[in-house]
T-cell receptor, first 114, second 111 residues
Framework: NAGVTQTPKFQVLKTGQSMTLQCAQD?????MYWYRQDPGMGLRLIYY???????DKGEVPNGYNVSRLNKREFSLRLESAAPSQTSVYFC?????????????FGQGTRLTVV | GQQVMQIPQYQHVQEGEDFTTYCNSS?????IQWYKQRPGGHPVFLIQ?????EVKKQKRLTFQFGEAKKNSSLHITATQTTDVGTYFC???????????FGTGTRLKVLA
């Protein structure tokens, strides 16, 4: 049972490059999220999707775009990477109304922008 | 906007000592969740509290939700080295779909 799978696990980008972080869940969850984690800042919500076909901004959406491709997949795109986007990115999913039930996290993507 | 703060940010304890982390929200929460993240790992769900004044226990861990549903605490009795990690609370404001994580408390247990 895979749960939430993120790819890649590690990535180094040069400033200005673009990339897409992939996330897929096999638990048939409606809600999916992208968080970034920086030292001393906890987890900050970038974007979330309460159901297939809907997305909404979280606390720190600037510099990111998302696509809820289908119920399973929720991708995060950096169009022009900046050093300030160096972080650990976590994708998560939950069943039903966001925050009312347990969220399951992927293993994370460690991104460095140089 | 909604803010969720945790104190302390860091805590070092001797093995066997107790530990408490506090979570405070700027808005009333419909529920609160607690997660644990081991070093280098990802957050893992521990528990959810929904009712005002609710107290739940999991072995040595005691979780409490405040009467006003704006704060919560996690208490660990007689810490062990396996308790090492960062503990996060996460709350959802009533009437919204967003839920926000607290800043986390990093616990180190010295053997």
């Amino acid at each position: 049972n895979a749960g939430v799978t993120q790819t890649p696990k590690f990535q180094v980008l040069k400033t200005g490059q673009s990339m897409t972080l992939q996330c897929a869940q096999d638990m048939n969850h409606n809600s999916m999220y992208w968080y970034r984690q920086d030292p001393g800042m906890g987890l900050r919500l970038i974007y979330y999707s309460a159901s297939e076909g809907t997305t909404d901004k979280g606390e720190v959406p600037n510099g990111y775009n998302v696509s809820r491709l289908n119920k399973r997949e929720f991708s995060l795109r950096l169009e022009s990477a900046a050093p300030s986007q160096t972080s650990v990115y976590f994708c998560a999913s939950s069943e039903g109304v966001p925050g009312q039930v347990e969220a399951f996290f992927g293993q994370g993507t460690r991104l460095t922008v140089v | 906007g909604q803010q969720v703060m945790q104190i302390p940010q860091y805590q070092h304890v001797q093995e066997g000592e107790d530990f408490t982390t506090y979570c405070n929200s700027s808005t009333t929460l419909s529920n609160i969740q607690w997660y644990k993240q081991r070093p280098g790992g990802h957050p893992v769900f521990l528990i959810q509290l929904v009712k005002s004044g609710e107290v739940k226990k999991q072995k040595r861990l005691t979780f409490q939700f405040g009467e006003a549903k704006k704060n919560s605490s996690l208490h660990i009795t007689a810490t062990q080295t396996t308790d090492v990690g960062t503990y996060f609370c996460a709350g959802r404001s009533s009437g919204t779909y967003k839920y926000i994580f607290g800043t986390g408390t990093r616990l180190k247990v010295l053997a």
